[in-house]
């Protein structure tokens, strides 16, 4: 490792893994990502969620140095990604959005051909068992299913040892089981020090898997927090359900946390802010009803985003 | 060295997808062999018409039409490489995204394209042998006189027409285009260069336009070492100029997406 290298490395430890400050990047008239800013740490899980159009491919693009910026600063690892591309991209990994291999080329020696472009290539059988491609071995590229082409892509983000991974859209095309899987092997990549930043749309996935999350709109960053901190900033109801034949509920309204209460016939939907399933819970017994079927929806990240971002998903 | 071990994977890697392309295969060997014996039914094998002259200038160049068109069918298929193969290749992996995913992982377009030239410049040699023994067979043609300035020759074609087609790849986005053009360029280069009809029947300004363009130059680089007139170093040095030319702006400007 060279003295640069070293000193790159305690220089990216003080700055965070990657700043990004007034990013802004337009193709011809349509202006993609605008005034957008936000720093990572070493070591963290950060994810980019934003609608379709929001700027969140450019931005990741723009950090791996496949798009220059038309303003502001980054620094990732230490590097600015334009004009020390090369350096960067042997410590960073990459999975695209909408990119292919060559049709006849098989799973293994697709693993073999980018390990020869890594400084610091890891074990490529060890990749293929990790990634569960080894049965795929010898399939060309072309036979692949979406999923496990997705599966051959997460790996490759992996052959040069990354310091820092960008996913694109990490579990598109993937089943659910492999999506767990996938996301349990995304975390065992964290415990080794790898730093992740994932780009996607599944608000589940935010939830699951980021530390921290940016919900991006409209080229900027609308809010940055924990998927709990941008669930509880933002005060979303709690929403209790229950059915009963008493006819009067009246009292469960005069609790300060119920904030409305509905019925459907013996359904009852409380909506409320704070601590609403206990409270209810404790005023129905102690009024003797005792229902069955009680229970609590909490705001989910996804809740949080269709606020932040005015609701309309925009294909 | 990783710039090493980067060109040989690529390499390797452009061998493998060749032999799994039947198509690329039947294409370089039997193309110009077609072209060959096609032109050599057309203008007979008379050893009378070695010295006939047009226009002042040795119509055959002094030797059968079949030798001729063996030598010169060589040119040809450096040519399609250049101007439709590389191109349309280049253009298609960008399409797909696959340029792409070779970019976001250090590979340079010299990378790339260094891998393809290798894997062509063999097929050349490959496809020139297969030419030189069936010309052998049929016409009793002559066997190369210089075979290392033929091969010579072969690789600064390979250079110049490599440098071209990326260069095209470049300029053009779409495989369509590139298939449009590339063919354009392709018959307008075969008819005018000495390919098709012999230079020496062409009229004065398609002769001098052909003498601008690098396939010309191709087809007498290969025929002088292998009728035995010696190497071209004039014909050499246009090559390499085109090579530099077309390919350092083409490194310079290539669009991964």
């Known amino acids: 490792m060279s003295l640069a290298t070293i000193a790159s490395g305690v220089f990216s430890d003080l700055v965070g893994v990657i700043t990004v400050s007034h990013l802004r990047k337009a193709y011809r008239h349509v202006v993609a990502v605008d005034d957008l800013s936000f720093d990572v740490e070493a070591g963290e899980i950060f994810g980019i969620v934003g609608p379709n159009g929001a700027g969140k491919t450019t931005t990741v693009e723009c950090l791996q140095g496949l798009r220059h910026p038309d303003g502001g600063t980054i620094q990732v690892l230490g ?71 997705q599966r051959l892509f997460i790996a490759l983000a992996f052959v040069n040892s990354p310091e820092l991974v960008f996913l694109d859209e990490l579990t598109q095309g993937l089943d659910p089981q492999a999506r767990r899987s996938t996301w349990q092997l995304i975390r065992e990549i964290r415990q080794g020090g790898t730093t992740v930043v994932l ?55 005069k609790l300060d946390v119920v904030e409305s209460m509905a019925r459907h016939g013996e359904a009852v939907e409380i909506r409320g802010i704070g601590p609403v399933l206990a409270l209810v819970a404790s005023e129905l017994v102690a009024h003797g009803i005792v229902p069955l079927d009680l229970r609590v929806e909490r705001p989910t990240v996804e809740d949080a985003f269709l606020a932040l971002t005015g609701g309309d998903i925009r294909e | 060295m990783s710039t090493m071990s980067g060109y040989l994977a690529m390499t390797r890697t452009e061998f493998r997808l060749f032999r799994r392309e039947p198509f690329s295969v039947v294409f370089v060997l039997a193309f110009p062999l077609m072209m060959m014996v096609l032109l050599a039914a057309v203008f007979g094998n008379k050893q009378a018409d070695a010295h006939k002259i047009q226009n002042g ?69 490959a496809g020139t042998v297969v030419l030189a ?73 398609l002769r001098d336009i052909g003498g601008l363009l690098p396939l010309s130059h191709l087809v007498t680089a290969v025929q002088n070492p292998w009728f035995g007139f010696g190497w071209s170093g004039t014909d050499l040095a246009v090559l390499a100029a085109w090579a530099v030319a077309a390919g350092v702006p083409a490194l310079w400007l290539f669009r991964w997406d």
Not at chain 2, 92 to 108: C, Q, T
Request: proline share 4%; aromatic share 8%; glycine share 8%.
């Open chain 2, 57 to 125: 200038m040795l119509i055959w160049r002094g030797v059968t039409p079949a030798n001729y068109y063996t030598a010169a069918s060589v040119a040809v298929i450096v040519a399609a490489l250049g101007l439709l193969i590389l191109p349309i290749n280049l253009a298609s992996y960008r399409e797909r995204g696959i340029l792409r995913r070779f970019h976001a992982s250090s590979v340079r377009a010299s990378t790339l394209v260094s891998g393809q030239l290798t894997l062509a410049l063999v097929t050349f040699v």
């Open chain 1, 79 to 149: 590097l600015d990604p334009t004009s020390q591309a090369a350096e960067l991209r042997q410590r960073i990994g990459s999975q695209l959005q909408d990119s292919a291999l060559p049709g006849r080329l098989r799973v293994a020696e697709s693993i073999e051909l980018f390990a020869a472009f890594a400084h610091h290539p890891v074990d490529c059988n060890e990749l293929l068992a990790r990634w569960r491609l080894e049965d795929l071995r010898a399939q060309a590229f072309d036979t692949l299913s979406g999923g496990q082409r």
């Open chain 1, 199 to 253: 780009v996607t749309h599944f608000m589940d996935e935010a939830e699951q898997l980021c530390d921290r999350v940016a919900v991006v709109d409209g080229g900027k960053v609308v809010a940055l927090d924990t998927p709990q901190g941008l669930i509880d900033r933002l005060g979303l109801p709690s929403v209790v359900r229950f059915t009963t034949t008493e006819p009067d509920l009246g009292w469960l309204e």
């Open chain 2, 133 to 205: 023994i069936v010309a052998k067979l049929a016409y009793h043609a002559m066997w190369p006189q210089e075979v290392l300035g033929v091969v010579v020759a072969l690789v600064a074609g390979t250079a110049a027409f490599g440098a071209i087609g990326l260069l095209l790849a470049t300029v053009i986005r779409t495989s369509r285009s590139a298939q449009g053009i590339g063919l354009m360029l392709f018959f307008a280069l075969w008819l005018i260069s000495g390919t098709a009809p012999p230079r020496a029947v062409l009229p004065t300004s």
